[in-house]
Every structure is written in C-alpha cells, then in structure tokens.
C-alpha cells in the first residue's frame, strides 16, 4: 500500500484553492470540482484611477478559440456619467439578455473586495406560502432570502396560525421607508433601526423563535424581537411572503 492510499478521497467541494497573490491580468484558472452550490470566490484589488471597465469571467473551460460560454459575465463600468455594473452570460458566442446594476459601490482609485457567493436557489413565485406543520418553537429558525425589485411598494413577511389568522406580520414599506410588526388589529410596532431594504439589493431577513417571542436579523444585523407568547407560535402554521421582491429562499 503507498503513503495516502488509506485516506478517504477528498470530496471535490472541500478543495480549498491556494491564493493568487498579484496575478498578471488577464488572469485564467481552474476552478477545481467546478461551481458549485457553497463555492465562494474572493477577489482583492483596487480600481485603478482612470480604469473603463473590468470584468470577472466564470466560463466554461479555458481555450481561446473557440471562445468558451461564459456563465457569469460580472462587469463593472466606470466610463459614464453612472458607473454600473454589467451581468450578462455568453451562449454559443452570443450575448444573452444583460442585467444591469445602478449604484455600484465600486469606485476609480479605490480597493475592493468582492465575493461571490454561489448557490443553488431559484427564483421563486410570490406571493408564496410555506407550511410550518408543528408551528414554531424555541431555537427554529425561519430564513428568507430575495432580491428587492427597482421600484418596490413594499415586502410582507406574514405568519398565520390553524384558523388563517395572522398573529403577526413584518412589513417594510418603501414609501415610508420604515420596516413595522404589524398586529392582527393593523396596530404598527416601527421598528426604530435604519431602513436596510434598497432597490437591486438582496436582503436576508431571519427570524429566530425564542421564548416569548421572535428575534428579528437582517442582513445580519440584530434588530430586536416581537413579544409572542409560546401558544401563539406553536400554532403557528405558514408562512406567508408578498410584496415587490424576487424571492429566492425561504428556509424552515
Ligand atoms: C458588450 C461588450 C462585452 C460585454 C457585453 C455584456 O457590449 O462588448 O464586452 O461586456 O456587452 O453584455
């Protein structure tokens, strides 16, 4: 037997790639096991002061000709009056339909770090409901990811019991700018905290069930908690989300 043949073989997913300090652009590597859903991409760098554009390519192999799919065209611009970013993904050697991304916080003469995060999420429908069939207890967590759409009105996450009624509500109105627990009586609790839901941007909103309540995060950061007593939660049965979102996740 040779050094290693007891070893269990290394799943593809758990090969850490070395880091590449200073690469010569443009820059082409392997990504060992391919994209796939966990991987994560990090990029260090700094614009430089008089850059146009730059892009970050993940394409299907490395030959130059033919010129291969590139699956995620990410394509930053500095040239106009708006600096935007460029998504786009080239089939058969045809650009497909672009995305565009105002606001970008990239800016000429600054360093950056970006990272690309992929997952296996699709797009889905909303309004959409998910079922909570044992209701909700201490240390669950309900988490929905999504995507605010360019002119949003508003998102609502709501939670309803066995009988339909809706013991509460989460809503962040764009028009107020202001993110609320909404009581079955319509009775607003604002949340006093800035309001972190912008256009083009994801969020990640996460409930935590606790005792006598439930603790509210977004986009990582702790915003308080909503007093429910444990019956109320334990009788808890979907959960309910519409609004002017593109919805990608909703994890129970
Ligand atoms: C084209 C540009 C390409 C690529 C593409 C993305 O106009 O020449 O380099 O950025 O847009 O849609």
């Not at 040779?2 to 010569?24: A, K, M, R, Y």
């Not at 967590?141 to 949003?152: D, F, N, S, T």
């Not at 989460?170 to 006093?192: C, E, M, Y």
Request: with cysteine.
């Amino acid at each position: 037997m040779s050094p290693g043949e007891n070893l269990d073989p290394i799943p593809d997913c758990f090969i850490l790639q070395p880091p590449v300090f200073h690469p010569v652009i443009p820059y082409v590597t392997t990504i060992f096991g391919g994209l796939h859903a966990g991987k994560m991409v990090m990029l260090q760098g700094v614009v430089p002061l008089r850059a146009h554009r730059f892009q970050v390519d993940f394409q299907c192999g490395c030959s130059l000709y033919p010129q291969p799919d590139i699956a995620i065209h990410f394509n930053p611009r500095f040239h106009t009056t708006k600096p935007h970013v460029i998504c786009n993904t080239l089939h058969s050697g045809c650009w497909q339909r672009e995305a565009r991304w105002p606001g970008v916080a990239l800016q000429r003469g600054a360093s950056f770090l970006i990272l690309f995060l992929f997952g296996n999420e699709e797009v889905k429908q909303v309004p959409c409901s998910r079922a909570l069939p044992q209701g909700l207890w201490p240390g669950q967590v309900i988490i929905v990811r999504g995507l605010v759409l360019q002119e949003p009105k508003e998102f609502t996450l709501s939670l309803r019991d066995e009988a339909s009624r809706t013991p509460v509500m989460l809503r962040a109105s764009f028009t107020d700018r202001t993110l609320a627990w909404v009581s079955p009586w319509g009775f607003k609790k604002l949340i006093s905290a800035p309001f972190l839901f912008y256009p083009q941007r994801f969020f990640e909103v996460l409930l935590l069930c606790q005792e006598g309540g439930l603790k509210l995060a977004l986009n990582g950061q702790p915003l308080g908690s909503t007093n429910l007593d444990q019956q109320t939660l334990e009788r808890l049965r979907e959960v309910r989300i519409s609004g002017s979102i593109q919805l990608y996740c909703v994890h129970y």
